[in-house]
């Protein structure tokens, strides 16, 4: 599959089968977010991996919607902002380094056939509670990893013309 068809393929799925996902699909996807890049390589980033039923459910406490906790594992992508990188203007980029991990994650499942789906509308308070997170690391995004049940909707996005400036704004 050329990047671009990859790219096509991934989709926000939000229905799943309930049965496991195999080990080493797990660890492909956990694999691609461990390559992924990091700003001066800092890697600043926690991937939990939840496949337990009681704390999966108490996951859905912070995201309620029913499909979330289907899944059979969630991925939580926290990140440790005192050590990713930061720029001289006081930037930091630690959730820029956690977004790219996650897109790395997101994209090997779908090349392996598995469904995600990022998630950011959460109560974090409520993650840290339930998957016992210190203090410093903050939870950015969730996703569910698991065998889809349903297709994602069809892509709309807006045209090159209206993203992109050539040579100045
Ligand atoms: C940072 C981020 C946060 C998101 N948070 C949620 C969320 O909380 N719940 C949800 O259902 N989808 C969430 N999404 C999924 C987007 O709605 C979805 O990616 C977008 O509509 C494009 O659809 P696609 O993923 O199928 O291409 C999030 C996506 C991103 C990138």
Not at 17 to 42: H, M
Not at 51 to 79: H, S
Not at 96 to 114: E, F, N, P, Q, R
Request: proline share 7%; charged share 25%.
């Amino acid at each position: 599959m050329s990047f671009l068809d990859l790219a096509e393929k991934r989709g926000s799925i939000r229905a799943y089968k309930p049965g496991p996902i195999p080990e080493e699909s797990l660890k492909q996807v956990l694999e691609a977010g461990r390559l992924a890049p990091s700003a001066a390589n800092f890697q600043p980033l926690h991937f939990i991996v939840v496949r337990d039923e009681q704390a999966r459910a108490r996951l859905q406490e912070a995201y309620t919607k029913d499909w979330f906790a289907r899944a059979p594992v969630i991925i939580v992508a926290c990140v440790d902002s005192q050590r990713a990188w930061t720029r001289n203007d006081g930037r930091n980029y630690g959730t820029v380094d956690a977004a790219i991990a996650v897109d790395h994650m997101t994209l090997c499942a779908a090349d392996i056939g598995l469904g995600t789906c990022w998630v950011g509308a959460f109560d974090p308070a409520k993650v840290r509670a339930a998957l016992d997170i210190p203090a410093g690391i903050e939870p950015l995004v969730m996703t569910p990893l698991g065998e889809p049940a349903a297709k994602a909707l069809p892509k709309k996005r807006k045209d090159l013309k209206d993203l992109v400036h050539w040579e100045r704004w």
